[in-house]
C-alpha cells in the first residue's frame, strides 16, 4: 500500500454530440471511460444539430455517470474533484455537462475544475505516456487545426492556428462533393488508401516562418476540379481524387509540425484530436519523425475521438495546479486555450 | 419531509425549501440574465439561508416545461443530477401548471401562457376544484388568436396570468371583452414554493435516468426530417 492518497477525478465531456464520463486515477490511469455517441441520431441530418445534441445529452447524462462510476468501482465519497469541459463546443450541449458538473460538486461539496476540449485533446496523451517538455501538439479535429507549445505542464502557448476552416471541417465538405455519407473524414481516409495522389491540388504554406493553416482555397480547388471535370465530360476516380486532397493536407500538418518541433527543440511531438485518427496522417508523421529527435506520441483511436479520460486527464494537471472553478462556472463556447 | 424546488424554464428564475406545512424559503428573479451561471449559486444560497444540507433533502421539484429550450434543460439537468446522485425521488411538474397557481382562489378558468414568438404561445386552461387546480385543456402550443376564440366557446370568465400580457392583451380584450381579467403585476412570476408543493404532493417519477423535460415542440430539424418521411 502506498502512504499517498490517489486522487481521483471524476471528468465530464458534452461539447459537441458526444455524452461522456470518466474516471481518471492519478491523472494517468482510466479507470473507466464511457462514451454515448449520438452519430446514428445525427446522420439523418449530414451533420451534428445542435438543438438535437443537446436534447440528446439532458436524456444520457445522469445514464452515463451512473455506468461511468460503476465501471471503475468508484462512489461519489471517493471521488477529489470533478473535472468538466466548459469549452469551446456547442453552448447548449456544454450547458448540459456543465451544469450537471456543478450540481454534483455542490450535492457532494467537492471541488470543480472548468477544463479547456483541446487541453484535453492534448492530455488524452498522458494516459499512454508521461509527457516532457518542452512539448510540440499538433492538434486536429472538426473544428481545430493548431499547434500548441508547451514550455511546462499546463501550460499552452497557440503558435499557429487556421485562418478559415479546421482541416476536419474540409474534410467533410470535400466527402460532400464526393457524395461520401456523414461524417466524411473516415471514409476520404479510407478512399485515399485505394487512390494515388495523381491530381495537383495546391498547398496553403501562407507567409515564410508562419505556423498558420488555411484550408479553404484548397476545399474550393476539390470543388471546382469536380465540377470542371463533370463539364468535360470527363470522370475523376474518386480514390485519386481523395488520395490527391489528403496528400496536400497532410503535406502542409507534417512539414509545419516537423518544422517547428526543430525550431522550438521539443522533446515530444504529440497528435490530438479527432482527425488523429486518419490512417494517411499517422503514417506520415511516423515516417517524418523516425530519423528526428523529437519522440512522436499518437494516442489509440479511442483516446482521439472526444471522451471524458483526456478531460480528466487535463483536469488532474489543472487540479494540482490549484485551478479551481465556482458554482457560477458557464459554457464557454469561445473559451481559449491558454 | 425536505424538498428543494427548481424553475428556470423562463425568464422568471425560482429556487425554493421546503419542509411539510411550512415554506422554509424561496428565491424569486425575473431578469433576462443567464440562468446557467447563476441558477447554482441561487440554491446554494437559499439552502445555506435555510440551514438544510443537500443530504438532508428527500425530493427534488423541478418545472419541466414548456419555456426556453436552454433554460428548462439547465433546470432539468441540475435536478436529475441532485436526485440521482442523492438518491433520492425526483418530480416534474408543467411550468404552466405551477404559474397557474397564483390564480388559485379564482372561480373561473385560469389561463396561464408564455410567450411562444410568432404570434404563438405555450398555454392550458386550469379551474379551481376540491383539491387544487385541475387541468382542463392540457399544455400546448397555439397561436394566440386561435387559443382565446376557443376560450370564448364558454360563457366563463377567465384569468390571463403571464409576464408576458402587454404582447398579447389587445387581442385577448378584442375577442373575449369582458369575460378577460387579468392578474396583477406581482402574480406574474412562478412561485417555487407552489412549484414545491404541487411535486411534493405527487408520485415521483420511476425513473430519475429517464426523466426529460416537456418542450411541447419537435426540434425543428427533427420536424422537418419526420416531414420528409412521412411523404
Ligand atoms: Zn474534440
Known sequence: ????????????????????????????????????????????????????????????????????????????DEVDAIAVTEGPGLVGALLVGVNTA??????HQKPLVGVHHIAGHIYANQLIKELEYPLLALVVSGGHTELVLMEAEGEYQVIGETRDDAAGEAYDKVARTLKLPYPGGPHIDKLAQEGSPTIDLPRAWLEPGSYDFSFSGLKSAVINTVHN??????????????????????DVLVEKTVRAAKEHNV???????????????????????KDLSADLLIPPLQLCTDNAAMIGAAGSIAYRKGKRSDLKLNANPGLILQ | MKALAIDSSNYVMGVAVIEEGKVLGELITNLKKNHSVRLMPAIEEIMEEVSVKPSELDRIVVANGPGSYTGVRIGVSIAKTLAWSLGIPLVGVSSLEVLAQNGKYFQGGIVPFFDARRGQVYTGLYKKEKNGLATYKK?????????????????????FISNDLELHKEVIVDILGDQALFASVTDHNARPAELAFLGLNREPDTSVHAFTPNYIRLAEAEAKWLA????
Open chain 1, 102 to 107: 456543478k450540481a454534483l460538486a455542490f450535492a
Open chain 1, 1 to 76: 500500500m502506498s502512504d499517498k492518497h490517489d486522487e481521483i477525478i471524476l471528468a465530464i465531456e458534452t461539447s459537441c454530440d458526444e455524452t461522456a464520463v470518466a474516471v481518471v486515477k492519478n491523472g494517468r490511469e482510466v479507470l473507466s471511460n464511457v462514451v454515448a455517441s449520438q452519430i446514428e441520431s445525427h446522420k439523418r441530418f449530414g451533420g451534428v444539430v445542435p438543438e438535437i445534441a443537446s436534447r440528446h445529452h439532458v436524456e444520457q447524462m445522469t445514464l452515463i455517470l451512473e455506468e461511468a462510476l460503476k465501471e471503475a468501482s468508484i462512489t461519489m
Open chain 1, 267 to 289: 522533446k515530444q511531438v504529440v497528435l490530438a484530436g479527432g482527425v488523429a485518427a486518419n490512417k494517411g496522417l499517422r503514417k506520415e508523421l511516423e515516417e517524418r519523425f
Open chain 1, 229 to 250: 471535370a463533370a463539364q468535360r465530360g470527363e470522370t475523376i476516380e474518386p480514390e485519386d481524387l481523395a488520395a490527391s486532397f489528403q496528400a496536400s493536407v497532410i
Open chain 2, 228 to 231: 420528409s418521411q412521412k411523404k
Open chain 2, 139 to 159: 399544455d400546448q402550443i397555439i397561436m394566440i388568436e386561435e387559443w382565446v376564440e376557443e376560450l370564448k366557446q364558454t360563457e366563463m370568465e377567465y384569468l
